[in-house]
Antibody, heavy 122, light 107 residues
């Protein structure tokens, strides 16, 4: 069965960076785009970007351009999202989510990681 | 970016009620509309994709309709486990954008 398992909660100071991992299993990792979505406490869902695990190509939301880097390691079927220059308003749960259609960049997200809480506090 | 607007923002209903949530896009998105359910502390769950297709494993009391700019999610007979927050999302263009959410509460 398809599973996305994310790394554990993080506490960071303002200005630091965080790297969240998302390990995929149960399907061909390189066949499906992976997206990252975040949710601040009590707020809605905010799209951050996607990575094509096959090519490594990325597309980031304009809001995060220059601060976010998405990478992958196909040998271990894992996607990563690194966010730098953290601020207090980056405190949120970060999710990886798989697109439901093979080789399509944007579609519904049929599988989600369990979420990783990143807390930014001095 | 395409703006997605849901209504209402919150809704109180009883078990057995029929409930409809509306989502409007700021421009035509054809049928590239998805619906999610999210419960507290959990990741969103895909319910409906392509406006009206039921995701595998989702109960048939959930249905979606619409095209262009106006869409609806209907729950035909509310069950206790349906009380949650619902989000629409457009997948017509990048960036994929979400509605602000509709919180469905027990009356």
């Amino acid at each position: 069965q398809v599973q996305l398992v994310q790394s554990g909660a993080e506490v960071k100071k303002p200005g630091a960076s965080v790297k969240v991992s998302c390990k995929a299993s149960g399907y061909t990792f390189t066949g499906y785009y992976m997206h990252w979505v975040r949710q601040a406490p009590g707020q809605g869902l905010e799209w951050m970007g996607w990575i094509n695990p096959n090519s490594g190509g990325t597309n980031y939301a304009q809001k995060f351009q220059g601060r976010v880097t998405m990478t992958r390691d196909t040998s271990i079927s894992t996607a990563y999202m690194e966010l730098s220059r953290l601020r207090s308003d980056d405190t949120a749960v970060y999710y990886c989510a798989r697109v439901r259609k093979m080789s399509i960049a944007v579609a519904g997200f049929d599988y989600w990681g369990q979420g990783t809480l990143v807390t930014v506090s001095s | 970016d395409i703006q997605m607007t849901q209504s209402p923002s919150s809704l109180s209903a009883s078990v057995g009620d029929r409930v409809t949530i509306t989502c409007r896009a700021s421009q035509s998105i054809s049928s590239y509309l998805n619906w999610y359910q999210q419960k507290p502390g959990k990741a969103p769950k895909l319910l409906i994709y392509a406006a009206s297709s039921l995701q595998s494993g989702v109960p048939s009391r959930f249905s979606g309709s619409g095209s262009g700019t106006d869409f609806t999610l209907t729950i035909s007979s509310l069950q206790p486990e349906d009380f949650a927050t619902y989000y629409c999302q457009q997948s017509y263009s990048t960036p994929p954008t979400f509605g602000q959410g509709t919180r469905l509460e027990i009356k």
